[in-house]
């Protein structure tokens, strides 16, 4: 038995699913099922129904996942106790959204592990919604992302850079009047389930803005290549730490806004790495500093 298979069986008790807790997880439902298997061995005791097409905790299963509950609390307890003085040696895992894993995080992660040298990190991308879940969970350990609508009590958030709302066009873009283009110029949107999405929108439909749509894209990124290639123009937050495709492109401010997207970090409270977490958000903040010089 171990503390990893612990884990995985609440994922399962939590999500309904192998599959579902895989995702939760980042490994694959294979893993997941081995390590029950294992678990099961171990104590001699079916933990699961498998009559069915897909396995669902028994009721010996739900009453172990309970006192698993309580190891896990204990575990995670001891451990930041034990490490609170120590440098960390472990994996810290760092949830991102695109616009700031392709400059702003690995900046940040590369200057850490310069100094943390004990420690791997393993970053995963999202958009805010999911990465929101995966910290709150306990899946990923601290996550980059817009500021969300809700806070649990259970997470701290803290804002990292304050990103102003502007219009994007290419670099050899002509024209200077933010409205005039907007009227008249190919619109390229940011899908409304992503945060910067739609808070374009919002500013949008705010000023009585009717756009001509030609694309919706998922990720700022793919964003700035349409744009950069000269299919059309979008409202985006200016990044604070932008990669080289975005840095290029023509930024031209929006009228009498005020609309930014507040890009900050959140993590667990009670997260027994609390020690390096705090050593990524200096990088993260030396990071920015070192922007705005």
Avoid at 143 to 164: D, K, Y
Avoid at 231 to 259: E, Q
Wanted: hydrophobic fraction near 40%; include cysteine; proline fraction near 5%.
């Amino acid at each position: 038995m171990s503390i990893k298979q612990l884990r995985t069986l609440l994922a399962i008790e939590k999500n309904g699913s192998f599959s579902a807790a895989a995702d939760q997880l980042f490994i694959t439902k294979a893993a997941v099922g081995q390590q029950m298997k294992l678990l099961e061995e171990s104590l001699n005791t079916k933990l699961f129904d498998r009559r069915r097409l897909i396995p669902t905790v028994n009721p010996a299963g739900m009453l172990f996942a309970k006192e698993a509950h309580k190891v896990i609390e204990s575990y995670d307890k001891l451990f930041n106790s034990t490490h609170a003085d120590e440098d960390f040696s472990g994996t810290i895992s760092v949830g991102s959204v695109p616009s700031a894993i392709l400059a702003l995080v690995p900046l940040a992660v590369k200057s850490m592990m310069q100094e943390v040298i004990n420690t791997k990190v393993r970053i995963v991308p999202g958009i805010s919604t999911d990465l929101y879940d995966h910290v709150l969970n306990g899946s990923i350990d601290v996550v980059i992302l817009s500021q969300p609508q809700r806070i649990e009590p259970s997470l701290q958030w803290e804002v990292l850079a304050e990103e102003p709302l502007v219009l994007l066009t290419s670099s050899g873009f002509k024209g200077n009047d933010p409205i005039k283009i907007l009227q008249k110029d190919p619109y390229i949107r940011l899908a409304q389930r992503t945060s910067v999405g739609s808070l374009a929108d919002r500013w949008l439909t705010k000023n009585k803005i009717v756009v001509k749509e030609t694309m919706i894209m998922d990720s700022m990124e793919t964003l700035g290549c349409m744009v950069a290639h000269g299919l059309g123009i979008s409202v985006v937050p200016n990044l604070t730490k932008p990669d080289p495709i975005f840095s290029n492109l023509r930024k031209i401010a929006l009228p009498n806004s005020t609309d930014a997207r507040f890009l900050g970090m959140l993590t667990r409270k009670d997260n027994p790495k609390h020690k390096v977490i705090m050593k990524f958000k200096q990088h993260i903040n030396n990071t920015i500093k070192a922007t705005s010089l």
